[in-house]
């Protein structure tokens, strides 16, 4: 029986640290390191040479890699193991969005703080959404460091202790600090909840129906905190918030039992323990070998990245630019209903909230869409249809179906809501427009994750930053704007800011694969792919030598 160190070699000179190369360097996965551990005894006792290859053994630099059917990789995990984790993927972004819309229509928090200045009441949640735009600059990046899993309990474990600091806020200043703070730990779930995903499953397919339910979710939370404040706040102020954090406390609970789902990570434990176990065996995970630089200077470089691919990455800049718009028109009208519905249909507080629901509505028919597409995509790929293998057709389509659905919605809620129509049909409205928010985000955000992959948490804390700045910003336009313009023309602005962005989509199936072509990231992400090919090979070589 051959050793270790010659199968990690495979013919190879003996591989430092100093001088790494992954297209080089001698692989070995952990069964065959327990297994030859296992026979170091039997070594130990055999014949000269035999003892000259066991140290050969134990003095070999080798990378520690999954094998095929290893079930402590995520992509071979149980379905149920996987389902699990991505509803509660789907708990935490649900908590997040609630968040992200709980003060609106709490006309009882503006009375116990004694706000009066209109644009001092749209505060809570704009500070909220920068602190969705300052967190994944910080947790999207250190998700690719050190694992999903420490990240995504401990800024939970801190959501849920400001949740509380929210319930008991003392004055006005101290409740909106609290507020960015909350933000800030949200973020989390936006900008990681993807990359996670991603980690689970290697189909495109399963990949994308997750990230679909991922983000119906995202749409079913802010709908839902107005719905929850109208009907909560006229108790107490603090109601709605204390609903949240006893919504926090129970998903504490399930995000205990996160385990860890970034793969590199797994790797890196592994290779410790056995260093650990065994100190003169030396294997390494690769992103060890790859962590070359100090604390300060990754962090340099990983805070770095969602910028650099923000104003490097063309697929990114459009992306975040278009989603930012639609994400502010949201928040916009979070604004705007009060004052459309009350003004002209006389609305309480809990009717008002219920106003929203048709944009969940259109959020479950926007599912039912993809599902449909899916299925669609799934039979042109069993037959080989050429424009299945692109990677743009897979998923753009359905946002450039989503783009003039958002439009028609705009249009449709401004110039229906008038005294002499029925307040149901502005309501309707929502439909249009929830179909078109949520297949934009299914289709943009899941091209984001294909595109980049292992880079995706970076993406999409790009795609973050933008639309949660812009819809910070933007809504404390709305009442100056619906006061200026009025609301037909308020509405329609809008739809024609959005109806403008609809090209993107339609430029990025004739050029992505022209624009991935000359990505930086694209580049250096098949080049990893074919490493790590290149390594598995190696090792599934060596094992039948073996």
């Given at each position: 029986m ?34 030859h551990?296992?026979?170091k005894?039997i ?6 040479e ?6 050969d ?16 990789n995520p ?14 993927g789907?708990?935490?972004v ?5 968040g ?87 973020s ?11 980690d ?30 109208g009907y909560l ?17 129970l ?14 990570t ?12 065994h100190?003169s065996?030396d294997?390494?995970a ?7 630089t100090?604390?300060?200077e ?6 770095a ?14 992306s ?13 009208f979070?604004?705007?209903?009060p ?7 006389g ?25 449909c597409?899916?299925a ?11 424009w299945?293998?692109?990677e ?22 401004g ?29 943009m ?15 999409l ?11 910070a910003?933007?809504p ?14 308020s ?15 339609f ?6 694969d ?15 792919k ?7 090979g ?9």
């Amino acid at each position: 029986m051959e050793d270790l160190g010659k199968m990690g070699q495979d013919g190879q000179n003996q591989a430092s640290h100093a001088d790494y190369s992954p297209q080089t360097l001698p692989t070995v996965t952990q069964e065959d390191v327990e297994n030859h551990l296992l026979l170091k005894p039997i070594l130990e006792v055999q014949a000269t040479e035999d003892k000259a290859s066991a140290g050969d053994l134990l003095q070999t630099r080798t990378v520690l890699v999954f094998s095929k059917d290893d079930l402590g990789n995520p992509y071979n995990w149980s379905h149920l193991k996987k389902s699990t984790i991505v509803l509660l993927g789907i708990t935490t972004v649900l908590n997040s969005t609630i968040g992200s819309s709980l003060p609106s229509d709490n006309v009882a928090l503006y009375e116990h703080f004694n706000v009066t200045d209109m644009e001092q009441r749209v505060l809570p949640n704009s500070i909220y959404l920068v602190g969705y735009m300052l967190g994944p600059l910080l947790f999207a990046p250190l998700s690719e460091r050190y694992g999903r899993q420490i990240i995504l309990q401990s800024t939970f474990a801190g959501f849920t202790v400001f949740t509380l600091a929210t319930c008991l806020a003392p004055n006005w200043p101290a409740f909106n600090i609290f507020r960015l703070i909350i933000g800030t730990f949200a973020s989390t779930p936006i900008s990681v909840i993807g990359g996670l995903y991603a980690d689970l499953y290697s189909s495109a397919v399963s990949r994308g129906r997750a990230m679909a339910l991922f983000m119906a979710a995202t749409s079913f939370g802010p709908v839902c905190g107005p719905i929850v404040s109208g009907y909560l706040s006229p108790y107490r102020w603090n109601w709605p918030f204390w609903f949240a954090l006893i919504f926090a406390g129970l998903s504490c609970v399930m995000m205990a039992f996160l385990p860890e789902t970034f793969g590199p990570t797994i790797l890196k434990r592994r290779a410790q323990e056995i260093r650990k176990k065994h100190p003169s065996v030396d294997i390494h995970a690769l992103a060890e070998l790859e962590m070359t630089t100090t604390f300060i200077e990754d962090m340099k470089v990983t805070l770095a990245r969602p910028f650099r691919m923000f104003f490097r990455e063309a697929i990114v800049l459009f992306s975040c630019l278009y989603l930012a718009l639609v994400y502010a028109v949201f928040y916009i009208f979070l604004q705007a209903y009060p004052l459309i519905f009350p003004p002209i249909y006389g609305f309480s507080l809990g009717q008002e909230g219920l106003a929203f629901v048709p944009i969940a509505i259109g959020a479950c028919i926007a599912c039912c869409i993809y599902l449909c597409w899916d299925a669609y995509l799934r039979a042109a790929k069993a037959r080989d249809a050429p424009w299945s293998r692109q990677e743009e057709y897979r998923r753009l389509p359905l946002a450039c179906i989503g783009g003039p659905f958002f439009s028609i919605g705009c249009f449709w809620i401004g110039w229906t809501a008038q005294a002499n129509i029925h307040w149901i049909v502005p309501v309707l409205g929502g439909i249009p427009w929830g179909i078109g928010y949520l297949l934009l985000f299914m289709s943009m955000l899941n091209y984001l994750v294909d595109s980049y992959e292992i880079y995706s948490a970076s993406a999409l804390a790009a795609s973050t930053c933008a639309r949660s700045l812009l819809g910070a910003v933007l809504p404390f336009a709305t009442t100056p704007m619906y006061n200026t313009l009025g609301v037909a023309w308020s509405c329609s602005l809008v739809g024609f800011l959005s109806l403008a962005m609809c090209i993107v989509p339609f430029a990025f199936i004739k050029y992505g694969d022209r624009i991935r072509a000359s990505s930086k990231f694209c580049q250096e992400l098949a080049e990893k792919k074919r490493d790590v090919e290149a390594r598995e090979g190696r090792t599934s070589a060596q094992q039948e030598k073996v």
